[in-house]
């Protein structure tokens, strides 16, 4: 009985200790936006990120930590950032996105404390409204926002999963 309650303890502990572990490696995956300076340069297309509005993106990849000296990976539209992420190489690496909710700024002026998981965001595609690449994505943190956007300036409202490369073009 001794044996049981012994085994029955070292079990409890075993998932315990690895549910500590698994949330802390949920915990190193998320990050933080990283604020984007007048000179950073867009990932895809090389362009000034900051002369240009609309929604930005930023992505971070597997093994890659801001304590590694390695940099985030920022783009001048969520158009950029999607047809970067949407590469199959790419794809499989990236551990956060992050897009500017574009109901809690103007468009000509996204703001760095207003970035939002791009995964739970949704987004209007086709919208007269423009970013650096021409069409962009505009990204929202409430579908209803995206509605909204959409109404005033046209466009379908699409989640995250919705997207693929044919959105884009």
Known sequence: MKFI?????????????SACSDK?????????AV???AADECHLCGMIISNFSGPKGELFQKGVTEESGKQVKKFCSTRDMFSHYLDPENKRNVTTMLVHDMSKMPWDAPKDEFFI??????????????????????SFSKEADAKAFAKEFGG?????????LAVLL
């Open 35 to 37: 604020k984007i300076e």
């Open 117 to 138: 998981d791009a995964r739970k965001a949704w987004f209007v595609a086709g919208s007269e409204k423009t970013g650096a690449m021409g069409q962009t994505l505009a």
């Open 24 to 32: 802390a490696e949920q915990k190193q995956m998320l990050h933080q």
């Open 156 to 164: 379908n409202v699409l989640s995250f999963e919705e997207i693929d």
């Open 5 to 17: 309650n012994t085994l029955g303890i070292t079990l409890a502990a075993a998932l315990l200790m």
